[in-house]
Every structure is written in structure tokens, then in C-alpha cells.
């Protein structure tokens, strides 16, 4: 397939302009030229540099892969029927129906943007965070990226030490199980899914402790945990983490909310004053 960069760039434009600051979280503000995002904030919410996304809309720079196409389409709050076009656009075949999970629908996302201090975020049922609130990334840091491992928690759980170092070393063994464990179930439920093959090989590969622990062929699907993240600015905060489905079952939407009696809303609280941290997180 053609990339068609003349219409790629011409339904960048015109979706960026039918996206409202506020509907991704973002002031409206009385000085903004356009109603719409401008092409830096369409770049940071995607994950991508401002430089990359201007060529974009230039109809100009190399094709866009179906990594930076997926961060694309949430940046822009596109539908499925969208997300297909700007694939097509960009010279690939959409998604397959069962691969639909990269793309969060607007309504998901709107919802997000609604729980100003609640942390939240969108994670694929393989551990790829899609999608994330200002205070989670706060709280946890901003890892929706574009590559095709760098936003996996558990890929970044078995292969980045900073990650761990945001835990409590006793509980490292209890994440590491639960990790696996959930990952077991979603692979048996993607049989042979080239994404989940190539994410389990990698990190056979790269982890002898995630080897070790897939060999037990443990299953458990995550739903409620209580964690304790240690964070650099507002100190150990414990949360109860709440998984909820979406209704195709190859998403889930976290919540982190306080333990009653404890003082972690007041620290949450303290995030909108710090703002984002540079945080590895683990979801």
C-alpha cells in the first residue's frame, strides 16, 4: 500500500482542528489563533517529537509507522472508523478486529480527562499503557510512547531497574508473580497473537527471572491490589488499584484511589502543585 501524503496531511489538519483543548485536558485559553490543538500539543500527547508531526502535516518526512499511527489516533480522539482512515492514509492495512485494543475510544479517553485527582489510565490487556490522566502521570510518569515495548509495564517491570526502585523491595517478588500471572491469562486468551508471542519470547530473552517464573504457569487476572509507590516528591503513598474491563475485554481501566484512613488523598492532592515527575512506572 501508498502512503497518500497529501490526504494524510490534510485529515491531520482538519482533526486537530475539531479537537477542543479541553477535551483532552488541556486550557482552552483566550489566545489561541485556532479552536482546535496546536500541532506541539497534537506532538506531546501523541509521544512524538513537534518537529516530526509539523513534516506530517507538511505532507513530507518518512511514513509513519502503525506504533506512531496508534499514538495518532488517541492523541486525536479518533473513532475506529477514523483510526482506520488515517491507516490507510498513512499506507497500512488497518487493524484486525481482534488487534483493536490499541485504540481507546473517546469516551474512555473523556473520562479520563474527569478525574482531575484520581489516578487513571488506560492499560491493553498485555500490560501497554494507552492511555493516561495528568495526575497519574504525575504519580507514575508518562510512558505512552510509540514504541512498540517502551509502554509495556511488565517489559519495563523485568528490564528497568528504576522501575523497582519505585516499590518497596519486599513486595518486588509479590509484583513479579502478579505480572506473570496476569500476562499467562491474557496470552491464553490471544493464542497465537504475534504481539503477545513476540512480548513473551523478548522477555524470556531478556529476564532469567520472568523465565522463571512463566515456567510455573501461574494464571491470575489482575482486579484489585493495594500497592505502595514511593514517590520521589510526596513520599510512600499507599493505593487501592481497581481494574475495570471495557466492555471488549482487551482493556482495562486503572484507578488509584486512597485507602480509607490513610493520608493518601492529601498527598495525591500535593501532585497538582509538583506536576509531572520524571517517574518510571509499573501500572
Known amino acids: 500500500m501508498i502512503i497518500n501524503r497529501a490526504e494524510l496531511a490534510d485529515f491531520l489538519r482538519c482533526s486537530r482542528d475539531r479537537v477542543r483543548p479541553q477535551d483532552v485536558g488541556l486550557p482552552s485559553g483566550p489566545r489561541r489563533r485556532t479552536p482546535g490543538l496546536r500541532r506541539e500539543e497534537v506532538a506531546q500527547l501523541a509521544g512524538m517529537s513537534a518537529d516530526y508531526y509539523i513534516r506530517l502535516e507538511q505532507a513530507r518526512g518518512p511514513q509513519p509507522s502503525p506504533q506512531m499511527l496508534s499514538a495518532l489516533a488517541r492523541a486525536l480522539r479518533l473513532n475506529v472508523d477514523g483510526r482506520d482512515h488515517l491507516y490507510l492514509l498513512a499506507g497500512h492495512r488497518p487493524p484486525a ?10 469516551g474512555l479517553l473523556h473520562l479520563l480527562d474527569q478525574l482531575p485527582t484520581t489516578p487513571a489510565q488506560v492499560l491493553s490487556d498485555l500490560g501497554d499503557v494507552l492511555a493516561q490522566n495528568a495526575v497519574a502521570q504525575a504519580l507514575l ?63 524470556r530473552a531478556a529476564s532469567p527471572e520472568f523465565g522463571a517464573l512463566w515456567n510455573l504457569h501461574e494464571v491470575a487476572v489482575r482486579r484489585h491490589t493495594r500497592m505502595r509507590v514511593l514517590h520521589p516528591v510526596i513520599g510512600p503513598v499507599d493505593l487501592d488499584c481497581q481494574v475495570l474491563l471495557a466492555p471488549e475485554g482487551d482493556q482495562r481501566l486503572v484507578l488509584y484511589t486512597p485507602p480509607p484512613g490513610t493520608d493518601a488523598a492529601s498527598r495525591l ?4 502543585v509538583v506536576g509531572t515527575e520524571r517517574f518510571s512506572p509499573t501500572g
Open 141 to 203: 510518569g508518562g510512558v505512552c510512547t510509540v514504541s512498540e515495548h517502551g509502554r509495556n509495564v511488565v517489559w519495563r517491570w523485568f528490564g528497568d531497574p528504576a522501575v523497582r526502585a519505585a516499590y518497596p523491595v519486599e513486595e518486588h517478588d509479590h509484583y513479579s508473580r502478579l505480572h506473570v500471572a496476569d500476562l499467562r491469562a491474557a496470552t491464553g486468551r490471544r493464542s497465537g497473537d504475534p504481539a503477545a508471542v513476540r512480548l513473551v519470547e523478548r522477555l
Open 269 to 272: 492532592a500535593l501532585l497538582d
Open 97 to 106: 478486529a481482534h488487534a483493536a485494543g490499541d485504540h481507546v475510544s473517546p
